[in-house]
């Protein structure tokens, strides 16, 4: 929607309250995006696609919102909604493995040597 490729302090500049109830409840709709539920589908539906893939690995560059709605789904727990203060930090690498029947995480925000 017209809030890509924004940054945040601007978007609260140009839309006020308005903005920050979105952005709490996770609904960009109302700027041309998508809401929590639709953004959750998406990422449902690339799953599969991967599911599909016949590459045996993929590598995935994506922001945060991605891994941790693909950590909700594999786990199962809600994390973006029940723990607020989850947070995936940036450069660290997520390793999803698929058997055949379901998700796991094999890694988890592994940052090798940075400090």
Known sequence: ?????K???DCEEK???SYLVNKSLLDFSDYGGEDHQQ?????CEFLK????SPYENVA???????IRT?????TGVDIVNKFTSFK????GVYIFEYDGKRWCIDTWNYRGDIQ
């Open 15 to 17: 839309y006020g309250t």
């Open 60 to 66: 995935v560059f994506c922001h945060g919102g991605v």
């Open 49 to 52: 696609i991967l599911e599909a």
């Open 1 to 5: 929607g017209c809030l890509a490729g």
């Open 39 to 43: 953004f959750r589908e998406r990422i």
């Open 70 to 74: 693909m950590i909700d789904i594999v």
């Open 88 to 91: 995936c930090t940036n450069c």
């Open 7 to 9: 940054l945040a302090k």
